[in-house]
C-alpha cells in the first residue's frame, strides 16, 4: 500500500491488508475470465490485485482519485471508472448479455444504499460478494421472527438468496475498525411475483417496519398507506412486521395497492 494514501473517513475507508483474508474473500467469489466483474471501491488494490492475478483486466468503480493513477499504472488493462458507485449504470457494464458479478469491501456507512441499488437493477446482476459489518450481516440474513428480521432481512429473501459466508476480525484492517465484519454473498436467482411492482413491495415492507415494536395496523397507519390500511379487513393487522413471511408480505402489498389512494 503506498505510503502517501491515508484511508479517507469521508469515503468509510478501511483497508484490508492480510493476504490470508484476502484470498478467502476472492477463492469464495472464484472469478474466471470469462465472467462480466465489477469491483466497487478497490482502494489501493487489496482485492484487485489478487483477482487480477487470476483473470486479467476487469471493471473497478472507485471514488477517490487520489488512487486512480496507481490502480491503472500497476493493471494495464484495468478498466478504472472513477465515479460513485449508486450513480453508475450497471446495464452499460454487462458485455455480450452476462449478467454482472459484483464484489467489494464497501463503505459500511453505504451498505443499505448500495443494497437497494442492487435490488432495483438486479436484471444485470448475476451475484454480489459483499465485506459489510457483521451486524448488518445478521440482518440481512435473518429468519422470519428473530430479533434480527427487518427491511434488509425481508427485501433481501424476497429478491435473492443470501448467505453469511465468514467473520473477520477488525485486526485485518487499516486503520482497525471499531466492529467485526462478514462477507455475504447474495445470488439475484429468484423470481419475484409479477403481480405487484418492485418498488411497491419495498414501501411496504419499509412502512411495515416504520414502528417495529408497534402492530402492522399502527405502523401502516402513520406511513404513505394511512388511507389504503382503512379497506384492508382480510389480513391480521394486529400482528407486528417481525412476525410476517414474505408471502405474507406480497399478500400485504397486493391487498394494499388495490387502493389507488395508497
Not at 492480510?18 to 465489477?38: G, L, M, Q
Not at 471514488?63 to 471508472?81: K, Q
Request: net charge positive; charged share 25%.
Amino acid at each position: 500500500m503506498p505510503a502517501r494514501i491515508r484511508p479517507l473517513k469521508r469515503f468509510g475507508q478501511n483497508y484490508l491488508t492480510d493476504k490470508n483474508i484476502i484470498n478467502k474473500i476472492v477463492d469464495t467469489f472464484n472469478p474466471a475470465k470469462e465472467h462480466s466483474i465489477v469491483e466497487i471501491g478497490p482502494g489501493t488494490g487489496a482485492l484487485t490485485r489478487t483477482i487480477y492475478e487470476k483473470i486479467g483486466p476487469y471493471t473497478v468503480v472507485e471514488i477517490d482519485t487520489r488512487v486512480i493513477d496507481n490502480l491503472r499504472n500497476e493493471f494495464p488493462g484495468l478498466n478504472v471508472i472513477n465515479q460513485d458507485f449508486l450513480e453508475i449504470n450497471l446495464e452499460k457494464l454487462t458485455r455480450q448479455n452476462n449478467k454482472l458479478r459484483i464484489i467489494g469491501n464497501i463503505p459500511y456507512n453505504l451498505t443499505s444504499s448500495i443494497l437497494f441499488k442492487l435490488f432495483y437493477d438486479r436484471r444485470y446482476i448475476n451475484d454480489a460478494l459483499l465485506m459489510v459489518q457483521y451486524e448488518v450481516a445478521k440482518r440481512m440474513t435473518a429468519k422470519q421472527g428473530s430479533k434480527d428480521y427487518g427491511i434488509l432481512s425481508v427485501l433481501l429473501n424476497y429478491f435473492a438468496n443470501t448467505e453469511l459466508c465468514f467473520k473477520i476480525s477488525p485486526n485485518v484492517f487499516y486503520p482497525k475498525p471499531n466492529v467485526w465484519s462478514a462477507i455475504v454473498h447474495i445470488r439475484f436467482d429468484k423470481e419475484t411475483n409479477p403481480g405487484i411492482k418492485d418498488g411497491d413491495f419495498i414501501k411496504v415492507v419499509k412502512a411495515s417496519f416504520g414502528n417495529r415494536r408497534k402492530t402492522l395496523k399502527n405502523s401502516l397507519s402513520n406511513s404513505i398507506f394511512n388511507k389504503s390500511i382503512i379497506d384492508v379487513k382480510s389480513f391480521p393487522l394486529s400482528k407486528r412486521a417481525e412476525e410476517l413471511s414474505i408471502d405474507q408480505f406480497i399478500e400485504l402489498t397486493k391487498l394494499l395497492k388495490e387502493n389507488p389512494d395508497g
